[in-house]
């Protein structure tokens, strides 16, 4: 028996239905089908649950500058980074992860980008999903996730709505405009703004603004999304298997960075093997 599937969106779906400016090339919907169609399968689970070293990095980060605010005396302490990486429990980690987790919470304690800040919220990044933001249209509805690392107010009373990065990946606006449409349901009569803050190589993004107008076409855009998402999801659960006519391959050399490359029988990796 088929589980009804309740349309939702997030940043992260938006993401995977659609490449960010420019990337159309590099863009693969069946990585989409891997990991919303056909999660439960043992080796698609298998190979979800295998961190790269990159999101383990983003995630370590994440939690270091929760522990910073935390424990606000780490900050000034000689010793701050070690006692920080101890709660991370960074030596368990590989040498890769260690050595930049450890230089970005360095970076962080000589320039800590939160203090003085009147932050209203800071995640750790593993709380899970957030509680689901219900959106309702004149012909449309879905469920709105939308997990913010951190908001804090601006002297005028604003919220600022501010993403941390790590790497060299560019800035997605998007991921800004599903915050700030998150923030019209979850803090209404608040203005907010956005901005990303890369704690890797301490650079800021520009502050993003958007307008009522420019934020109903962004809800618009994730409906449209929700919608077409859970008709795909709705196909392949009815007992239509072609998965791939469903979630089309767009095998190439990004096929290396894909974490299910050794089972898509359309992988370019596997090519090589």
Not at 74 to 102: F, H, S, T
Not at 110 to 120: E, T, W
Not at 165 to 170: D, L, N, R
Not at 193 to 211: D, G, L, M, P, R
Request: net charge positive.
């Amino acid at each position: 028996m088929s589980i009804p599937i309740r349309p939702s969106a997030s940043y992260y779906l938006w993401s995977l239905c659609a490449p960010c400016g420019g990337k159309k090339r590099w863009h693969c919907q069946m990585r989409r089908g891997f990991i919303k169609a056909r999660q439960q399968e043992p080796q698609v689970k298998a190979l979800s649950r295998q961190a790269t070293p990159s999101q383990r990095i983003g995630l370590l980060a994440q939690k270091g500058i929760y522990e910073f605010h935390h424990n606000l005396h780490l900050l000034r302490k000689p010793d701050g980074v070690e006692r920080v990486a101890k709660i991370l429990k960074l030596n368990n980690c590989v040498q890769e992860v260690q050595k930049r987790v450890r230089q970005i919470l360095q970076n962080y304690q000589n320039a800590p980008f939160l203090l003085g800040k009147r932050i209203l919220l800071l995640s750790r990044g593993d709380e899970g999903f957030p509680k689901p933001i219900f959106v309702q249209g004149a012909d449309y509805c879905f469920r709105l996730y939308a997990a913010m690392d951190c908001i804090f107010t601006e002297s005028a009373g604003i919220l600022h709505i501010l993403d941390f990065k790590t790497g060299k990946s560019p800035f997605d606006r998007r991921q800004a405009l599903v915050y700030l449409l998150a923030a019209r349901y979850l803090y209404p009569g608040f203005k907010a703004i956005a901005s990303f803050y890369n704690v890797e190589y301490c650079h800021q993004s520009e502050i993003i603004k958007v307008t009522k107008s420019e934020l109903d076409r962004v809800e618009w855009e994730l409906a449209h999304i929700a919608k077409k998402h859970q008709q795909d999801l709705r196909k392949y659960q009815q007992g239509d298997k072609n998965f791939s006519t469903i979630f089309p391959p767009n095998p190439g050399y990004h096929c290396h960075y894909c974490p299910f490359n050794s089972i898509c029988e359309f992988s370019t990796v596997r090519d090589l093997t």
